[in-house]
T-cell receptor, first 114, second 114 residues
Framework: DAGVIQSPRHEVTEMGQEVTLRCKPI?????LFWYRQTMMRGLELLIY????????DSGMPEDRFSAKMPNASFSTLKIQPSEPRDSAVYFC????????????FGPGTRLLVL | DQQVKQNSPSLSVQEGRISILNCDYT??????FLWYKKYPAEGPTFLIS?????DKNEDGRFTVFLNKSAKHLSLHIVPSQPGDSAVYFC?????????????FGQGTRLTINP
């Protein structure tokens, strides 16, 4: 079975550019989560969706960040414009309601903003 | 304000011995606790979990203990194996809109020495 898929795995961009990170959750999972990992703040939840609907975006740091889930098999996290302090590893995770509480993580996207 | 703390950034254990990783939390509303294991350049992998109504959960070599009065949980690995060398994250969850909102600790790097 395919796990959570994220692309790209690495992204290097210049300050001010738009960055789009992509995620495909595990088939059949109805919850999707976006996390960010930095040295200073550790692993923190940014936003999560249930059945493609955003439920809680209280962790999204600024208006420069936006996330969408147009269908059950695809989600994007967009940063526009990007800043050097956005450099981090971004993880996507998915889980299944009624199937336990476990969230399954993708391999992450390592973002470097110069 | 860190709600979940792993006070030991690193731990070194001899192969075959017991590894004990600790985690403290501050919010008594957390009702679910998990341990994740992370290798470099990979996403966190679920290891074991425990509900707040239990005080122990065991899965093979891994046992998680929960002390609610002390707001403390620990992960025991017996016997420790070289493949257990990784970063371990504890996470505490609180149900919100049907999903567990997880708060992660900063992680403990476990090294198993042959």
């Amino acid at each position: 079975d395919a796990g959570v898929i994220q692309s790209p795995r690495h992204e290097v961009t210049e300050m001010g550019q738009e960055v789009t990170l992509r995620c495909k959750p595990i088939s059949g999972h109805d919850y999707l989560f976006w996390y960010r990992q930095t040295m200073m703040r550790g692993l923190e939840l940014l936003i999560y969706f249930n059945n493609n609907v955003p439920i809680d975006d209280s962790g999204m740091p600024e208006d420069r960040f936006s996330a969408k889930m147009p269908n059950a098999s695809f989600s994007t996290l967009k940063i526009q414009p990007s800043e050097p302090r956005d450099s981090a590893v971004y993880f996507c995770a998915s889980s299944l309601s009624g199937g336990g509480e476990t969230q399954y993580f993708g391999p992450g996207t390592r973002l470097l903003v110069l | 304000d860190q709600q979940v703390k792993q006070n030991s950034p690193s731990l070194s254990v001899q192969e075959g011995r017991i590894s004990i990783l600790n985690c403290d939390y501050t919010n008594s509303m957390f009702d679910y606790f998990l341990w994740y294991k992370k290798y470099p350049a990979e996403g966190p992998t679920f290891l074991i979990s425990i509900s707040s109504i239990k005080d122990k959960n065991e899965d093979g070599r891994f046992t998680v203990f929960l002390n609610k009065s002390a707001k403390h949980l620990s992960l025991h690995i017996v016997p420790s194996q070289p493949g257990d060398s990784a970063v371990y994250f504890c996470a505490a969850g609180r149900r919100f809109q049907g999903a567990q909102k997880l708060v992660f600790g900063q992680g403990t790097r476990l090294t198993i020495n042959p």
